[in-house]
């Protein structure tokens, strides 16, 4: 998905990024088991504890394939890209269900900790993985596949991105993980509704105290008015410096909102998002919800940065994390299949419920760039009723052969992510061009194979990305799987 001139691959970290080693997503076998079976024919979860969550993997998998989809095929569907402010695409759901992915697997992983110091240490070793990576990929210094080019200017490298807004939310929260776990409850199983809640309150706790800061900053913080100097060489305004008038509070609207202001003041404005997603806005472009021209009059603030993945934004992101980590818990200490679905899909019921309520009602609109409490709402239910549809179809019915494929991308997320969505692949074939860059192997197999033959350029490069990105890293996911080799943090 083009998201104003970077992929949102880019932005679109994989939540392998924080996953856990694939030796380690297993399902825990229930402390002890019920007398006997119940009446209407359950089956209970399986107590062999080296038997892996495969709808988890199966999970990221898919993620993963539309992070590629939407990179790929975005620009030509905006459907499925980014909106520009408010309101969900089918690419605002990838970010939260990374976080969920994430949070299911810290319970999995920090099941049995041994020692609380040692954990912390791995936990903070894993995270510097993640922003080592972030920064290498999202910072500016690489422009894969499209630009052959290298190298970020350090006074306006972008500190922020998907990836490290995802080691942020997984060091938070493995870290709150380990500190509340305590010994007992470890070893604890329950099948009540409201047990898994009380037995980790405190994390509850925290989550109420973290919306509570973030809905303070967001409507209490004063936004005054703010300039910035264009640096898009393609602008007319190129090399101007701009003002916009906000003088507000509590404001909502692209330019005058205070995780905007926050950015600016903390990160500095030549380290932000050059491109956001609000170039696509109707007051800035007739070509709405596609990105075209400026309006003659378009206001100010659609040629100036913003960073999506911003520090308030992130803090509020945090909260999608802890809901995945409930969902794990659950997979720890429930004792059956359809306890566990009870308790998920409800769950992700109420919150997709509550947040279509929040937006519709105009309390507080659908927003990823904000990372509003609807858009959490609404997209971890979102996340938490898929993957209980994927564990149901695939750990419990056992269809494990027809997510086959997902299951190997999911296994080896990291690795898919940086060469098919970051596209570094594709920037190293495209490296090796005849007569010009735009004549290499990629650009001709996306010509000739596919928009040539359904001659249409938006369903061509639909089919280009679905066979020649997804099916491809499938297959090879798969190959590597076979081989044993994965890409661990």
Request: charge should be positive.
């Amino acid at each position: 998905m083009m998201d104003g001139g970077q992929s949102v691959a880019k932005r679109h970290g994989a939540a392998a990024g924080a996953e856990e080693d694939p030796d380690r997503h297993r399902a825990p076998p229930p402390v002890h088991e019920a007398a006997d079976d119940q009446d209407d024919g359950d089956k209970k979860a399986p107590r062999q504890g080296s038997r892996r969550v495969a709808s988890l993997d199966v999970f990221r998998g898919l993620t993963v394939a539309v992070v590629i989809l939407v990179d790929g095929a975005g620009g030509e569907w905006p459907v499925i890209g980014h909106a520009p402010w408010h309101g969900c695409n089918l690419a605002d759901f990838v970010m939260p269900c990374f976080l969920f992915i994430v949070g299911m697997a810290i319970p999995l992983s920090l099941k049995r900790i041994p020692d609380r110091g040692w954990a912390v240490r791995r936990v903070v070793i894993r995270t510097l993985k993640l922003l080592f990576w972030g920064i290498l990929l999202q910072g500016g210094y690489s422009h894969a596949p499209d630009e052959l080019t290298y190298g970020v200017d350090m006074k306006h490298i972008r500190w922020c991105g998907i990836l490290q807004r995802i080691a942020l939310a997984y060091l938070v929260v493995a870290v709150i993980e380990i500190a509340t776990k305590d010994a007992r409850v470890q070893d604890q199983s329950s099948s009540g509704f409201f047990s898994i809640f009380r037995m980790y309150l405190s994390q509850w706790i925290v989550a109420c105290c973290i919306l509570l800061i973030y809905l303070s900053l967001v409507y209490g913080i004063y936004v005054p008015d703010w300039e910035f100097r264009v640096r898009n060489v393609d602008s007319l305004n190129y090399g101007k410096v701009l003002t916009v008038t906000c003088g507000t509070r509590g404001n909502l609207s692209p330019p005058c909102n205070a995780v905007g202001y926050i950015d600016r003041k903390v990160l500095g404005i030549n380290h932000l998002y050059q491109k956001p997603a609000w170039r696509r806005h109707r007051d800035c472009t007739d070509d709405s919800p596609y990105e075209g021209p400026f309006k003659r009059d378009a206001p100010a603030w659609c040629a100036s940065p913003f960073e999506p993945e911003g520090l308030l934004s992130s803090f509020s992101a945090v909260l999608s994390t802890i809901i995945g980590v409930h969902y794990g818990h659950v997979l720890v200490h429930m004792k059956s299949h359809m306890d566990r679905l009870k308790q998920w899909v409800t769950m992700g019921v109420a919150l997709l419920l509550l947040g279509i309520i929040l937006h519709f009602s105009h309390a507080i609109p659908l927003n990823k760039q904000l990372y509003t409490l609807s858009y959490i709402c609404v997209t971890a239910g979102a996340a938490g009723i898929v993957f209980s549809m994927l564990y149901f179809l695939v750990d419990v019915v056992s269809l494990r052969y027809v997510f086959e494929p997902l299951r190997w991308v999911g296994m080896n997320a990291m690795l898919v992510y940086v060469m098919a969505a970051a596209g570094i692949f594709e920037g190293f074939l495209n490296g090796w061009y005849y007569d010009g860059p735009k004549n290499t192997l990629v650009y001709w197999v996306r010509k000739h194979v596919f928009v040539r033959v359904w001659h249409s350029e938006r369903v061509g490069i639909l089919l280009y990305v679905l066979v020649a990105q997804i099916l491809l890293w499938a297959l090879l996911a798969g190959l590597l799987h076979r081989a044993g080799v994965y890409w661990k943090l």
